[in-house]
């Protein structure tokens, strides 16, 4: 492994677990949460599949292995998500839910705030409205 690969934040989140642990506490976060039910109305009744491609999709996009790419191809991600209103209140509650997530987790501080960084400027560039 050289040093690039071991810096990834894929490697500093604790590889593939840490990456699900993250996923799977955005998830939990999202049904639990009455102040994200405006973007968990926005997904399917049972949250395995959004769970298993966000989870894919970030083990690529931190660094990993490209799963979601292996599986589906390109992400096409803005492409993927026109077909659900988002706006800024969306944006915020998907962030919102995140953050909280890192948090719970207990990323390292730095780490979660280039982490917000990057998935504020990803999720709002899937607005669409």
């Not at 996923?23 to 926005?42: G, S, T």
């Amino acid at each position: 492994m050289t040093e690039a690969q071991a810096t990834t934040p894929f490697v500093r989140l604790g590889g593939e677990g840490g990456v699900r642990a993250l996923v799977d506490r955005f998830y939990d976060l999202m049904d639990l949460e009455p102040a994200y039910a405006e973007i968990r109305a926005m997904h399917p009744g049972t949250l395995d599949g959004s769970r298993d491609k966000l989870f894919w999709f970030l083990c690529g996009w931190l660094g990993g292995p490209d799963l979601y790419v292996q599986r589906h191809g390109h992400p096409r991600l803005r492409a993927r998500h026109l077909p659900y209103a988002i706006g800024i209140r969306e944006r915020d509650q998907w962030m919102a839910c995140m953050i909280q997530a890192l948090h719970e987790q207990q990323i390292d501080e730095t780490l979660a705030e280039r982490l917000a960084e990057s998935f504020f400027g990803t999720a709002d560039w899937m607005r669409n409205r």
